[in-house]
T-cell receptor
Framework: DAKTTQPPSMDCAEGRAANLPCNHSTISGNEYVYWYRQIHSQGPQYIIHGLKNNETNEMASLIITEDRKSSTLILPHATLRDTAVYYCIEGAGSYQLTFGKGTKLSVIP | DTGVSQDPRHKITKRGQNVTFRCDPISEHNRLYWYRQTLGQGPEFLTYFQNEAQLEKSRLLSDRFSAERPKGSFSTLEIQRTEQGDSAMYLC????????????FGPGTRLLVL
């Protein structure tokens, strides 16, 4: 079973920042927090991952709390193409990724 | 952009038939993973290869399922005597072992068993 907890759905207005929360209270010291998204009928797309420092790339920013028990994925300027299911996963990199049901983000015009 | 590719993208078969799917990973990636995804659920891990060695199998992988990666490059997933419950999206991912390892997924093969 997935070890992370995410809200089942969220809405965001186009052009605004989308902030997607995730709880991972049982994460161990060597486990990263990974974020993937899945647009309808496509394979999951890697977004970003981090260990304990905040991370930023061309797609998003990842803010991890100091105790590492939760994180927030930030899409700074959401577009309609960001409508997808977003998965937060804790893992050690190799071997299986355990997906939950994720958060269905709807970007509204 | 030579990402992970999968073939076929869609497959419709009758119950009891055998099917085989192919995955071509990103060329320098030594690890390859198979996942299955049913409607409304996240992907579930099936099996994992490092080079040509199959190192881990989920209990979801029944005896009717077999996966190979004979030369450590492409992989095949075969389902024998398909059942309607096998209808799902079959996803392949690959990664390069090392720190900050990341799995990259292909587009999937959608299987419908009638």
């Amino acid at each position: 079973d997935a070890k992370t907890t995410q809200p089942p759905s969220m809405d965001c207005a186009e052009g605004r920042a989308a902030n997607l929360p995730c709880n991972h209270s049982t994460i161990s010291g060597n486990e990263y927090v990974y974020w993937y998204r899945q647009i309808h009928s496509q394979g999951p797309q890697y977004i970003i991952h981090g260990l304990k420092n905040n991370e930023t790339n061309e797609m998003a920013s990842l803010i991890i709390t100091e105790d590492r028990k939760s994180s927030t994925l930030i899409l700074p300027h959401a577009t309609l193409r960001d409508t997808a299911v977003y998965y937060c996963i804790e893992g050690a990199g190799s071997y299986q990724l355990t997906f939950g049901k994720g958060t269905k983000l709807s970007v509204i015009p | 952009d030579t990402g992970v590719s999968q073939d076929p993208r869609h497959k419709i078969t009758k119950r009891g038939q055998n099917v085989t799917f192919r995955c071509d990973p990103i060329s320098e990636h030594n690890r390859l993973y198979w996942y299955r995804q049913t409607l409304g659920q996240g992907p579930e891990f099936l099996t994992y290869f490092q080079n040509e060695a199959q190192l881990e199998k989920s209990r979801l992988l029944s005896d009717r399922f077999s996966a190979e990666r004979p030369k450590g490059s492409f992989s095949t997933l075969e389902i024998q005597r398909t059942e309607q419950g096998d209808s799902a999206m079959y996803l392949c991912a690959s990664s390069l072992s090392g720190s900050r390892e990341t799995q990259y997924f292909g587009p999937g093969t959608r299987l419908l068993v009638l």
